[in-house]
């Protein structure tokens, strides 16, 4: 559908355009929640209690990896597409369009009488090389005010509807210019509307200079009509076939990046990370009080009664002396 291609007005100023079956994954918490199981993990000397809903098996484990791997190569391709693609779009080399439409009628409405015989044909003139370099049918309507104040919420959605109800194609570039020249203040606005297929040829950077031009020139009261339109259309009709670079877009490239770091980083050594604390938990019963000591060889902690060797160091395991702590169901619950 046609969109907006910039306008403005006397009194406010100018705006731009408008360019256009998997696994169920296992829940941790520190605290207890319903359905979950008790587990203890082993690290760096120390024990740590967590409630898992769920318990692993090797099989999961293996999927878990498989998965992850799998998970991986699909994003990195994506990334990968994504960047090209960003890097692509900041140049932009214009081709002409088929004129393979019903209506390739250059058309200059004057509803105010604004424009004099030798204006007409300036911009006729104009209009026929934009479209012979281009492809693309300029139409230019000046109307009264009252055409759209107090039909319309805006001067843009007159545009959008004179667009669609008189062409079926992508291929138009509609201006229309719309003013009170009774009154003493002229209460101008104006309104570009361009079809979808133009976009390769009247590109944001393009139609925001043919903005920023013809506003400045309306707004120089002693310069007529005709020429500050002409100064604006021509300027772009000079250079809109012209291949164009846009550096901006490559902004965006960094925090993509520094995106896909932070979640490849997650996703591999994070799930690993939660595999080895799965591989090396131990499953607590319910309701049951389990005895913390600390092994004699390398001072870790461990629950006493569960295990033949120490979980950290490996060494002998002697019987049951004074507990550091006797934990219970609620002294787990950190």
């Given at each position: 559908?046609?969109?907006?291609s910039g306008g403005g007005s006397h009194g406010g100023?100018?705006?731009?355009?408008?360019?256009?079956?998997?696994?169920?994954?296992?829940?941790?918490?520190?605290?207890?929640?319903?359905?979950?199981?008790?587990?203890?993990?082993?690290?760096?000397?120390?024990?740590?209690?967590?409630?898992?809903?769920?318990?692993?098996?090797?099989?999961?484990?293996?999927?878990?990896?498989?998965?992850?791997?799998?998970?991986?190569?699909?994003?990195?391709?994506?990334?990968?597409?994504?960047?090209i693609a960003i890097a692509g779009s900041t140049i932009?080399?214009?081709?002409?369009?088929?004129?393979?439409?019903?209506?390739?009628?250059?058309?200059?409405?004057?509803?105010?009488?604004?424009?004099?015989?030798?204006?007409?044909?300036?911009?006729?003139?104009?209009?026929?090389?934009?479209?012979?370099?281009?492809?693309?049918?300029?139409?230019?309507?000046?109307?009264?005010?009252?055409?759209?104040?107090?039909?319309?919420?805006?001067?843009?959605?007159?545009?959008?509807?004179?667009?669609?109800?008189?062409?079926?194609?992508?291929?138009?570039?509609?201006?229309?210019?719309?003013?009170?020249?009774?009154?003493?203040?002229?209460?101008?606005?104006?309104?570009?509307?361009?079809?979808?297929?133009?976009?390769?040829?009247?590109?944001?950077?393009?139609?925001?200079?043919?903005?920023?031009?013809?506003q400045k020139g309306l707004l120089q009261d002693r310069?007529?009509?005709?020429?500050?339109?002409?100064?604006?259309?021509?300027?772009?009709?000079?250079?809109?076939?012209?291949?164009?670079?846009?550096?901006?877009?490559?902004?965006?490239?960094?925090?993509?990046?520094?995106?896909?770091?932070?979640?490849?980083?997650?996703?591999?050594?994070?799930?690993?990370?939660?595999?080895?604390?799965?591989?090396?938990?131990?499953?607590?019963?319910?309701?049951?009080?389990?005895?913390?000591?600390?092994?004699?060889?390398?001072?870790?902690?461990?629950?006493?009664?569960?295990?033949?060797?120490?979980?950290?160091?490996?060494?002998?395991?002697?019987?049951?002396?004074?507990?550091?702590?006797?934990?219970?169901?609620?002294?787990?619950?950190?």
């Amino acid at each position: 559908m046609p969109h907006s291609s910039g306008g403005g007005s006397h009194g406010g100023g100018s705006h731009g355009g408008s360019h256009g079956s998997g696994s169920r994954g296992h829940r941790t918490s520190h605290t207890y929640f319903p359905g979950s199981t008790r587990y203890a993990y082993y690290h760096k000397g120390r024990i740590e209690y967590y409630y898992r809903d769920a318990e692993y098996t090797e099989n999961d484990l293996k999927d878990k990896t498989k998965t992850r791997l799998i998970t991986a190569l699909v994003l990195a391709v994506f990334y990968a597409f994504f960047i090209i693609a960003i890097a692509g779009s900041t140049i932009n080399i214009p081709r002409k369009l088929k004129m393979d439409y019903k209506d390739t009628s250059i058309s200059i409405s004057d509803g105010k009488e604004l424009l004099s015989e030798d204006e007409l044909v300036r911009i006729g003139d104009s209009f026929s090389e934009f479209q012979d370099k281009t492809g693309i049918t300029p139409v230019l309507l000046i109307i009264d005010n009252s055409e759209w104040m107090g039909h319309y919420s805006s001067l843009e959605n007159y545009a959008y509807e004179y667009y669609v109800q008189r062409w079926d194609d992508e291929k138009h570039w509609l201006i229309v210019y719309s003013t009170d020249s009774n009154q003493e203040w002229e209460d101008w606005h104006w309104e570009g509307m361009q079809g979808d297929d133009t976009d390769n040829i009247l590109t944001t950077k393009r139609t925001n200079d043919f903005r920023e031009a013809f506003q400045k020139g309306l707004l120089q009261d002693r310069q007529p009509f005709a020429d500050s339109f002409l100064d604006a259309f021509n300027s772009l009709s000079d250079v809109c076939m012209e291949v164009s670079f846009e550096p901006m877009a490559l902004i965006a490239i960094p925090f993509i990046l520094l995106h896909a770091t932070l979640f490849f980083y997650g996703l591999i050594f994070g799930a690993k990370k939660n595999e080895e604390k799965a591989r090396n938990s131990v499953k607590l019963e319910k309701d049951v009080q389990y005895v913390e000591d600390t092994c004699k060889w390398c001072g870790g902690l461990y629950i006493h009664g569960i295990h033949l060797s120490c979980p950290h160091c490996g060494g002998t395991i002697d019987p049951l002396g004074e507990p550091i702590n006797v934990t219970s169901p609620e002294s787990l619950i950190r």
